[in-house]
């Protein structure tokens, strides 16, 4: 029997899983307990990462199951799952619309109203009108409907408005396409107040109201206008993330038939069916693809950036970072890092730490070279900018910048260019292989210093996502940091590591040893035990090797942020098994792994998830940690996370999402506190 065969109904897919975790983010959105416009900002994360999801993920599907390289079997199996999750959507879409309203009427009670193009005073009409000469006049270009032969030279992901032209008088209607230009004036445009009220219009309602200026010239006419939005198979955004096993090969392999055309339509759904046949007909609309009538409103991506009116009490209470006292020192961090071992957990944590490390090692004449991985940067990066300031001092420094970071590449490009200008070596990466960890190695006369995290190097991630960075001087660590860029710059060279965890080396292979240490020590009748936290688990011989250490009487524990593979808590198979999922107002970013060893515990922080793609496809690092202050914190996160009853949710495979149960604790809270209160540093002002 197959290893396939064995996880039958016992695995989870990968893309169902993902459907479990964004509904988490609805289920957030609907909370009483969270402020509304935090509540519509998690509305808009929804939209956004489902539209990213179906452009990518989704897409890849589409084409896997028209490949004519596929077995039947496989086939099935492709298109239960595209089935699965047109109807996952479809669900969560209905819960969706009732939250978004129910949101709105709260808004209501704190005189924060919406408005549409009937429910406008005299003063607002003018307003408009002026605004529409001003602002809009040019970026509302109706395309008749009948000179367009399809859809394939429109943009996806943008509303667009459907129109009805009728001239008074005569029956005979004509039909115009208008794009909502949005990403210039934002979707949401706030006009004069009345009885009260804020009054916000979406954009979309603001063009309604402009259709007889935009269609001046012509007969006087009635207008009706229908929405709607649709996402294609963007060839280009092709799934570089791809778990890459035999399915993902045959969809990288095979030439796009259906680049340009449509696989999720969303559209009003009072728009009359004829014209619903004409938007499908002109889109290509497909068996397998989603189609949803909707409210009047899509793109609720947009609810992101909804304007406050000044209702700061409607949002998160803010939290201030906290800088650690060694990052405030007058003595120097490089001397104090190679004294022991130090450390940050971003939010918590100021960033400004790790810029102070970098900004130091530019100006000491001791650091001789910086190399550094960069994934993902800051729109103004106080990071390049220390790096330019190390290669302008003479040092030798090297940036390797991961040009496919998916939806960052044109900010990588222009800051790779910045640097290269600058006389930085910037190295492209590695052909084949993403280079997704995040490290930091400075050469230095009195001993080399290097920086492993779990999260991007970016000032912006860093006040959301919550990571760990941890700056050592062991030897053992730092030289084997510096092979990790003699591996990059040379990728067919043999490397061997000893104390990192390294991917596509070995790190797999030596988690599932570890794994197999639990199994025998539990069967021994020893203590055995793994608390966890990560982003994904999706990789098939870690979930069938987690299944066995549970069946064991291992007891695992975790922490999970996305996609889960897993099913939890079945009686005699993974009844050791617990996992919880939290959505808060900071996004889990972190990995670490903690292994019981026999008593001897064995503690890890990282880049990597448990994917293919990260255990294969990718460049990765797992540090071991060794300092007792940094083993305390990642224990205590952890099983703070593990004990969340605000906002830990059950993940059980099954995508119930149940709320833990128990007195009340919201770790990401208790986490800020213990920071604060532990850390005793200054607080700097934002």
């Known amino acids: 029997m197959t290893k396939t065969d064995k996880l039958k109904d016992k695995y989870v897919d990968r893309d169902v899983s993902w459907m479990y975790f964004n509904y988490r983010i609805l289920q957030e959105a609907e909370k009483e307990s969270v402020p509304l416009l935090e509540r519509l900002s998690f509305l808009g994360i929804y939209s956004n990462n489902l539209d990213e999801f179906f452009r990518v993920r989704v897409a890849s599907l589409n084409r896997i199951v028209e490949s004519e390289d596929l077995t039947k079997k496989m086939r099935q199996t492709v298109k239960k799952n595209i089935k699965t999750i047109s109807n996952l959507t479809e669900k969560f879409n209905r819960e969706y619309t009732d939250a978004i309203q129910h949101v709105f009427k709260e808004l209501e009670l704190h005189n924060i109203r919406l408005r549409n193009e009937t429910q406008l005073n005299d003063e607002q009409k003018v307003w408009l009108r002026d605004f529409y000469y001003d602002k809009l006049n040019g970026s509302t270009n109706p395309i008749w409907l009948n000179e367009l032969k399809d859809f394939s030279g429109l943009e996806d992901n943008r509303i667009y408005l459907i129109v009805e032209k009728t001239e008074i008088g005569e029956k005979k209607s004509k039909y115009a396409i208008i794009k909502v230009p949005d990403k210039i004036y934002g979707r949401f445009i706030k006009i004069p107040s009345s009885d009260g009220f804020d009054n916000i219009m979406y954009l979309d309602d603001v063009v309604r109201f402009c259709l ?130 130090r450390f940050i957990h971003v939010p918590y944590h100021s960033f400004n730490g790790y810029i102070r490390l970098l900004r130091e090692a530019a100006l000491k004449p001791e650091v001789k070279e910086i190399k550094t991985t960069l994934y993902r940067l800051a729109k103004d990066s106080k990071v390049i900018e220390a790096l330019i300031c190390a290669a302008r001092n003479g040092k030798k420094v090297t940036a390797v910048v991961e040009l496919l970071a998916r939806f960052d590449e044109e900010s990588n490009i222009m800051w790779s260019k910045r640097m290269q200008e600058e006389g930085v070596n910037v190295i492209f990466g590695v052909e084949g292989l993403k280079v997704h960890s995040k490290l930091l190695y400075i050469k230095n006369r009195k001993g080399d210093i290097a920086c492993i995290g779990t999260g991007n190097f970016h000032e912006g991630n860093a006040k959301v996502y919550t990571d760990y960075m941890m700056m050592t001087a062991r030897p053992s660590l730092v030289s084997e940091v510096a092979k990790v860029f003699c591996f990059i710059e040379r990728p067919f060279q043999q490397v061997r590591f000893n104390q990192l965890l390294v991917s596509p080396n070995a790190m797999k292979r030596r988690i599932l040893r570890m794994l197999d240490i639990e199994i025998k020590n539990a069967q021994s009748g020893k203590d055995a035990w793994l608390k966890m936290k990560i982003n994904h688990i999706t990789d098939r011989d870690i979930v069938a090797k987690l299944y066995e250490a549970s069946n064991a009487g291992v007891k695992i524990d975790i922490v999970i942020r996305g996609n889960c593979s897993l099913i939890t808590g079945m009686p ?43 255990l294969l496809n990718r460049i990765e690092v797992m540090t071991p940690v060794f300092d007792d202050d940094l083993k305390a914190d990642l224990m205590r996160t952890i099983d703070l996370g593990l004990a969340d009853t605000a906002n830990g949710r059950i993940v059980d495979g099954y995508g119930k999402n149940e709320m833990q149960r128990g007195p009340y604790l919201r770790s990401q809270e208790e986490i800020r506190r213990l920071t604060a209160m532990n850390t005793g540093g200054s607080v700097p002002e934002e």
């Open 572 to 614: 005699g198979f993974s009844e050791n098994i617990r996992a919880v999922g939290i959505i808060d107002r900071y996004l889990e970013h972190s990995r670490i792994l903690i292994f019981c060893n026999g008593g001897r515990n064995k503690y890890y922080i990282g880049s990597a998830d448990w994917m293919p793609r990260n």
């Open 212 to 341: 007889p200026i935009i269609f001046i010239g012509f007969h006087k006419s009635d207008y009706r206008a229908y929405s709607f939005k649709f996402t294609k198979d963007a060839e280009m955004e092709v799934d570089n993330d791809a778990d890459y096993g035999m399915m993902e090969r045959i969809a990288l392999g095979v030439n796009s038939r259906k680049h340009g055309e449509a696989l999720r339509v969303i559209y009003d759904r009072e728009m009359p069916q004829a014209l619903q046949k004409k938007i499908k007909a002109h889109l290509y609309i497909k068996e397998l693809d989603t189609i949803i009538g909707s409210e009047r409103y899509q793109n609720h991506k947009d609810l992101m950036d909804f304007p406050d009116c000044g209702h700061s009490e409607l949002r998160y209470p803010r939290w201030k970072q906290v800088m650690k006292p060694e990052f405030m020192s007058e003595d120097s961090i490089l001397d104090l890092i190679r004294e022991k071992d």
